[in-house]
């Protein structure tokens, strides 16, 4: 009953993205299929912002003032070209397809290549990621999945679900915006379907990697790779080939924001390519130019650092078109100064903007993120070329036809671009990864520094490169076969040569972990991820929040009145009890996902809350913040660092002793605190403030 729960919420998921943004986008006199693949981000921007004005104005955002409002805002448009044209007033119909990104002419082999992208994406997606959750309603306790369910039960819980405010369930001071595309959908999807958030996030994770992933890039490699059409309809199998991505956004972190603004960028790109060209309309430009305006805010509603990954991919496209403008207009004359002078302008501009970026004060947090390097230069480099980014298995077939693909752009000069943006985005990881200094701050800071965001971004060039080496392995292959075992020119035998090929290309790829005969278990790329997924959302492996913690934890919510607000030590894993089991803790996420300095009042209780009876200003940001009750839970699988003194350390999370001195002190004979409940060494006292 409960998968059918989560397929029901996947559909429902993919309704919620696709649906919306499909009547706006066809207002516009886009293609059927342009409009469809083109809708996510529109509707998320549509959903981040209704959110934001419904915070302002005081009313609680739900399925019905969110989705409801965005349908009725989608279908205007569609309604007024609908009666224009009744009306004859027929401009619009006659330029539709000429606006369409796709083509004057809807192509039935372009909808079957469609499916087949979809096809493999919901098969790899349910090899991969579904058959290895523990069920449904499994999750991982990754160090961010507190803060992202802690945010998901907020939505719910308060009806407040605007990104300004998202980052505010935990006590601190400073910014409180998060981009929360992802958690607004889940808790749209939770509110709508009536299931667990724990579901919800594991259906629309399963929907975005499946069908919007898949559809974005099949939108825009149709567009890169319009002169390889053979390559472009491969990458239908080498779009999840990749660990990077989205694979090892759900195996670390876990980096769902990321997950889903990264599944939704390609749309961005392929508009933003349409601008760029110079063979484009100004009418077309203007058209697609407000819908790249609406796909950004809805891109950056999810997470902003993809807006950064967009730009790598296109400067080096950008490039490749400063000729071109300058043969369509009045340059021509002066080109061999011309060219050179605009591009260096160009280089410079994209400088200064990146440089002023950095410096803006709303950015500090992310660019001053500490990251140092993990790897040495060779290692980095070997990583690149054979794509086992940060400590991931090499994948050495895929990185062989990515190598392949790029012998390929140097060869023809059409997609040399691409070979250059796939150049500069590995150069990134490698700054990222093995070097500390000016330059890995400044040029790799939107991603946090974080080399496991610079190689995924690294994805979106290596799908067609890897694409474009699999079709030329192909073509060698039938050569050196040619005359041998195979008629080279007889069509049926060139296609199964080549379904052999790709048979045997993505057994290797996909290929699981196993065991040697008398020696040692191997593990593969794909294996890592699939044991990595499995381990991570086993509810038989060990947990910072446990089983027997959570049994406690029910019972804490049959005591205390609905709502108490609880004081606990979040390391302890109460940290979960409020996104998973709804108890109103106090720290409702790890420090590290903290976007503030912790408020007077926190630090307070954090330091001191132990000598509560003798301390009043502990005593008074005690009653300051409400509290009722204090719960602890088990922290014995915590262990001194041997790295840091200072630190305890355990399988999930690690925490300065001293920070939280005052919590972990509390004992069952502490002045100001009733034992009300008792599990082990779990305790729930109640807070007697008259104590001070």
């Not at 059927?32 to 934001?52: C, K």
């Not at 660092?641 to 002190?665: F, L, M, N």
């Amino acid at each position: 009953m409960m998968w059918l729960s989560f397929l029901a919420s996947m559909l429902l998921a993919a309704g919620l993205l696709y649906i919306p943004g499909f009547l706006l986008v066809s207002a516009f006199g886009y293609s059927r299929r342009t409009s469809l693949l083109l809708s996510p981000p529109i509707a998320l921007a549509l959903y981040g912002i209704l959110e934001i004005i419904e915070q302002k104005i005081g009313i609680k955002s739900s399925v019905g003032t969110v989705v409801g409002v965005s349908l009725c805002i989608s279908i205007i448009p569609l309604l007024v070209k609908v009666v224009m044209q009744k009306l004859s007033v027929d401009a619009m119909k006659r330029d539709a397809n000429a606006a369409g990104s796709d083509g004057n002419v809807q192509k039935r082999h372009d909808w079957l290549v469609l499916f087949g992208f979809w096809t493999v994406g919901i098969f790899i997606t349910t090899f991969v990621l579904v058959r290895n959750l523990d069920g449904p309603d499994s999750y991982s306790q990754l160090f961010d999945n507190a803060w992202h369910m802690g945010i998901v039960r907020k939505f719910l819980t308060t009806g407040d679900m605007s990104p300004l405010t998202s980052g505010n369930i935990v006590p601190t001071v400073g910014s409180s915006f998060y981009p929360t595309g992802w958690h607004s959908l889940v808790a749209l999807v939770a509110g709508t379907a009536g299931v667990s958030p724990l579901i919800a996030a594991n259906a629309v994770n399963a929907c975005i990697i499946a069908l919007v992933f898949p559809g974005s890039m099949f939108l825009l490699l149709k567009k890169v790779l319009s002169g390889l059409r053979p390559a472009m309809i491969l990458c239908m199998c080498t779009t999840l080939m990749f660990t990077a991505f989205p694979w090892r956004f759900l195996a670390f972190g876990p980096l769902y924001s990321n997950l889903l603004s990264f599944a939704i960028l390609p749309l961005s790109m392929v508009l933003f390519l349409n601008i760029l060209d110079a063979r484009s309309s100004w009418k077309r430009r203007a058209q697609d130019g407000v819908l790249l305006v609406a796909n950004i805010i809805g891109v950056a509603i999810t997470q902003p650092n993809a807006v950064f990954t967009m730009g790598i991919f296109l400067v080096p496209y950008l490039m490749t078109q400063i000729p071109r403008y300058c043969d369509a207009s009045k340059l021509r004359a002066n080109r061999a100064l011309t060219v050179p002078v605009l591009s260096a302008a160009v280089l410079l501009l994209i400088a200064c903007v990146w440089v002023g970026l950095y410096k803006v004060p709303f950015m500090q947090r992310t660019v001053r993120w500490g990251w140092p390097s993990f790897e040495t230069k060779p290692q980095a480099i070997f990583d690149i070329a054979f794509l086992g980014f940060h400590d991931a298995e090499p994948q050495f077939m895929l990185g062989i036809l990515v190598m392949l693909g790029f012998l390929y752009v140097l060869l023809h000069r059409e997609f040399l671009w691409l070979g250059c943006s796939h150049i500069l985005m590995c150069f990134l990881y490698f700054l990222s990864a093995a070097t500390d200094g000016r330059a890995k701050a400044v040029l790799t800071g939107f991603w946090y520094h974080d080399a496991y965001r610079l190689g995924a971004s690294a994805v979106f060039t290596g799908i067609p490169l890897a694409a474009i080496g699999l079709w030329s392995l192909m073509n060698v292959i039938v050569k050196l076969f040619d005359g041998v075992m195979v008629d080279g020119h007889d069509s049926r035998q060139r296609i199964a040569l080549f379904a052999a090929v790709l048979v045997v290309v993505e057994i290797i790829n996909f290929f699981p972990n196993y065991h040697m005969r008398g020696s040692h278990s191997v593990d593969t790329p794909f294996g890592a991820v699939t044991r990595d997924l499995r381990y991570t959302n086993s509810r038989d492996e060990p947990k910072s929040y446990t089983a027997d913690e959570r049994r406690f934890v029910e019972k804490v919510r049959q005591i205390v009145p609905p709502g108490s607000l609880i004081l606990n030590q979040p390391y302890d894993g109460s940290v979960y009890a409020w996104g998973i089991d709804d108890l109103n803790v106090y720290y409702k996420a790890w420090q590290g996902n903290w976007l503030g300095k912790p408020t007077v009042q926190s630090k307070l209780i954090m330091n001191g809350l132990a000598n509560m009876d003798e301390d009043q200003h502990v005593c008074r940001a005690v009653k300051e913040s409400h509290a009722q009750y204090l719960m602890l839970l088990d922290r014995t699988d915590y262990k001194p660092d041997p790295d840091d003194k200072a630190k305890v350390i355990s399988d999930y999370a690690s925490y300065k002793k001293r920070d939280w001195r005052g919590v972990d002190a509390v004992h069952d004979g502490t002045p100001g605190f009733t034992p009300v409940l008792q599990q082990g060494i779990m305790r729930l006292y109640r807070i007697d403030s008259r104590a001070c």
